[in-house]
């Protein structure tokens, strides 16, 4: 059993950067893809990026590719999602998502094991 536990989210204006953390515990880190998902209020959780068991590959959505750049660290069990020019559509609780598996896991949502309870990302204009 995992547990994941998000923080680094925050009220940031537009153009801003923030650093997401989620740190792991209770399971062996390096066997799980990790995967950050968001959620705004009235939508469906949204996929936004993923990482493989090693850190050697990385997945984005549209949405965020060439703006959030994940990472990961196997030695603190910890995973990040490096966020910059951040816009006021980025809004949203951030979820952090493992499952033990290989590659860069899935984009849909309900495939994940384990979960963080969320953190929250405002982004003001």
């Known amino acids: 059993q995992v547990q994941l536990v998000e923080s680094g989210g925050g009220l940031v204006q537009a153009g801003g950067s923030l650093r997401l953390s989620c740190a792991a515990s209770g399971g062996t880190f390096s066997r799980y893809v990790m995967v950050w998902f968001r959620q705004a209020p009235g939508k469906d959780r949204q996929f936004v990026s993923s990482i493989t068991r090693s850190g050697a590959y990385t997945y984005y959505s549209d949405s965020v590719k060439g703006r959030f750049t994940i990472s990961r660290d196997n030695a603190k069990n910890t995973v990040y999602l490096q966020m910059n020019s951040l816009k006021p559509e980025d809004t949203a609780v951030y979820y952090c998502?493992?499952?033990?598996?290989?590659?860069?896991?899935?984009?849909?949502?309900?495939?994940?094991?384990?979960w963080g309870q969320g953190t929250q990302v405002t982004v003001s204009s």
């Open positions: 998502a493992a499952k033990d598996d290989y590659g860069l896991g899935s984009m849909n949502f309900h495939e994940y094991d384990y």
